[in-house]
């Protein structure tokens, strides 16, 4: 058996981008990308941005293994010195293992930067996925191991990535967020006609309201999008990170390095207002979903919200005959717009084996609080109740 050789770089820079596509995104040869957070361009545009860095906690050690040197597998993985930016937290296992003395910084995290999408994190040439997921685990918590370093965390990877990787020791959390999915439909309409009638009728009705604002909502991708689209949306972006999260996560040369780079991946929705931008909402365009990422404005107006974030990518959704919408993290109001819950998959592994097993008996409590919950805002959703027992 071909030895693997195992290297930690310190750039998304280092590796070719051949290299690491092949790996994230073979599909990307004869199509659109599963995944679009996970190819090599979005991850060097926040490099090149100084989104991430050593000044941000965020510190690329992307791990490659190859094989004759041929890459065969690899993780986008950082060395965090904070938990801000990653969706699944695990703030209060920090605190509980500082105030037992512990050292819980710095960590190692696998993920997409400040991006809460389920998509592969351990990445594979096809048709290595096992023993290239075990390789990347017994490489990493080595890694770990070796630099004193207290965990690992693989978040938002797939459910089928959580299975594979729970019988190769890691712990496997679930959680959930709100997804909408496209039963055929044939246009906006269809979707609606599976909805109760209430529901039905405050969702026109929010359409109605934001529609009647006399702004003109533009969906642009591709070439459609001009710079100087994404200097309005900076400022709509500062606006909501700012209040979000007090400092933006992204700088504005991260929307610069998205234009030159991953325009063609992007749907910008903005409100016009004559000619200036008024409002805005940053999608990622998977080859099988819609990622809604940012929203901001400098009107206000009411239900545009919902307009520009979940109302249009459902229109550009059943136009473009993708199945799912992933509207990001958090926000039970999703739930009466279409958006169910769904279940979210991540990893963990921890030095300490006390603090394992204490992790260990939370995760399961809190997956059986998760599926609880799911059943029960599912039978509470918008659909008509025959209707909401095939969207579970």
């Known amino acids: 058996m071909a030895e693997i ?93 500082e105030r037992a003395g512990g050292q819980y910084y710095p960590k190692l995290q696998v993920a997409a930067p400040f991006t809460p999408a389920t998509g592969r994190r ?9 023993d290239g997921a075990r390789a990347l685990v017994s490489a990493a918590t080595q890694i770990a191991t070796q630099n004193n370093l207290s965990s690992l965390h693989i978040t938002f990877c797939t459910e089928a990535e959580a299975a594979r990787a729970e019988t190769l ?5 679930v959680t959930q967020q709100y997804h909408w999915q496209n039963n055929s439909y ?4 269809g979707f ?39 200097d309005a949306f900076w400022q709509f972006y500062q606006d909501t990170g700012a209040r979000k999260w ?16 991953m325009r063609d991946d992007i749907l910008l929705v903005l409100a016009f207002d004559g000619d200036t931008p008024v409002a805005g909402a940053l999608n990622f365009i998977g080859r099988d979903a819609l990622y809604g990422r940012y929203w901001g404005c400098t009107q206000e107006h009411p239900c545009l919200h919902f307009e520009l974030c979940y109302y249009r990518a459902i229109d550009w959704a059943i136009a473009h005959g993708l199945q799912t919408v992933e509207a990001g993290a ?12 769904s279940p979210v998959h991540s990893l963990h592994w921890i030095a300490n084996d006390g603090f394992a097993r204490a992790v260990a008996d939370y995760l399961e409590a809190e997956r059986r609080a998760v599926t ?16 909401s027992a095939q969207n579970p």
């Open 192 to 230: 609606l006609a599976q909805l109760s009638s209430r529901k039905r009728k405050a969702i026109r009705k929010e359409r109605a309201t934001a529609n009647d604002a006399g702004l003109e909502v533009r969906s642009l991708t591709g070439d459609q999008i001009q710079p100087a689209h994404w």
């Open 330 to 341: 958090q926000g039970d109001h999703k739930l009466a717009r279409g958006y169910l819950p």
């Open 5 to 97: 050789d195992a290297t930690l770089h310190n750039s998304f820079a280092e590796i070719p981008s051949a290299d690491w596509d092949a790996l994230a995104c073979p599909e990307g040869q004869t199509g659109r990308a599963i995944d679009p957070f996970m190819t090599h361009r979005f991850l060097l545009a926040l490099e090149r941005s100084g989104s991430i860095g050593p000044r941000t906690g965020w510190q690329p050690r992307p791990l490659v293994l190859r094989e004759n040197g041929v890459a065969i597998a690899a993780m986008a993985m950082f060395a965090k010195g904070h938990s801000q930016g990653e969706y699944i937290f695990d703030h209060s296992w920090a605190q509980a293992f």
């Open 122 to 130: 351990l990445l594979t040439l096809p048709g290595r996925e096992a």
């Open 186 to 189: 044939a246009d906006f309409d």
């Open 169 to 173: 020791g890691l712990m496997h959390r």
């Open 246 to 261: 007090g400092t933006p996560y992204l700088t504005r040369a991260a929307f610069a390095e998205f234009h030159d780079t």
């Open 372 to 387: 609880d919950d799911i059943e029960v805002l599912t039978t509470l959703g918008p659909f008509r109740r025959d209707e």
